[in-house]
């Protein structure tokens, strides 16, 4: 399944910077609301968005509720890759009932062999705990040997794989 990954306000804006239109706070809901449409209109085929950045965006009740409305008119769901562990995503999309899925672990923000094994290894505590668990990673070519090779042995440890929009919550 394919997510299209949305920029959003940072912790640190305006230091790190999301781009022309990344979604900001200090916009007016209606321009933020035509900056996420722009983006939806860019490609076809997915299920959802991401957040990329938007430590500070998805903080906002005020902010997200709009954003996650418009998402469920649409039949799309918000993945929160949890920039922000005090992410509001749960609280806003339970109350208006829209689908999401929140990120368990970035396995590669050390684009190494052993860093990345060893966030795949939590990952598997988390399956072991929870029954799922959601994982996000970059294209790098090291996150991708990583994950085919982790991929190969699931089965043996008694895991697989599922589709993002499988592991969504959906609020009644």
Known sequence: EVLLSVPMEPADYPRSDPGPNGLLLKL??????LRLQWMLSRITGYVGVVNHQGGRFTGNLKAMRPILAD???????????????????????????????????????????AAIDFRLSEIE????????????????????????RWIEHLPEKGFVLAPISALAVKPK
């Open 71 to 113: 998402l469920k008119r649409r039949g799309l769901m918000f993945v929160d890759s949890r920039t922000n562990t005090n992410s509001v995503t749960p609280a806003v999309a339970g109350k208006i009932a829209a689908p999401y899925a929140l990120n368990d672990r970035m396995i590669d923000v050390v684009a190494s062999r």
């Open 125 to 148: 505590l988390v399956l072991g705990s929870k029954g799922k668990a959601v994982a996000m990673g970059r294209a790098y070519p090291v996150t991708i040997r990583r994950l085919k």
């Open 28 to 33: 007016a809901k209606e321009e933020n609301l």
